[in-house]
Nanobody, 123 residues
Framework: QVQLVESGGGLVQAGGSLRLSCAAS????????MAWFRQAPGKEREFVAS????????YYADPVKGRFTISRDNAKNTADLQMNSLKPEDTAVYYC????????????????WGQGTQVTVSS
């Protein structure tokens, strides 16, 4: 079992940046693929980015490609999401997720979830 806690959300103007962090505790962090999803009001939870166990491979949803960067530090048990050039449509609750298999873009594939952190981008 792994416990995930997100931090770093907040209010930012369009064009600004935020860095989200996911702190993991419990089982060995390096065995988990990590991902970030987001959910806006009235919408389904959607994939944002994922990173392989070693950090070698990263994957991004098209709307965030080139603006967001996912990273991980297996020594510190953290997975971060650097978000640049933020847009109002990035406004959502952002969730950190973990699974013990290869990276996936499907939310139901992930076994462990954090509680979420709110990101609001004003125009």
């Amino acid at each position: 079992q792994v416990q995930l806690v997100e931090s770093g959300g907040g209010l930012v103007q369009a064009g600004g940046s935020l860095r989200l962090s996911c702190a993991a505790s419990g089982r060995t962090f390096s065995i988990y693929t990590m991902a970030w999803f987001r959910q806006a009001p009235g919408k389904e939870r959607e994939f944002v980015a994922s990173i392989s166990r070693s950090g070698t491979f990263t994957y991004y949803a098209d709307p965030v490609k080139g603006r967001f960067t996912i990273s991980r530090d297996n020594a510190k048990n953290t997975a971060d999401l650097q978000m640049n050039s933020l847009k109002p449509e990035d406004t959502a609750v952002y969730y950190c997720a973990a699974r013990s298999s290869a990276p996936s873009r499907i939310a139901n594939d992930y076994e462990h979830w954090g509680q979420g952190t709110q990101v609001t981008v004003s125009s």
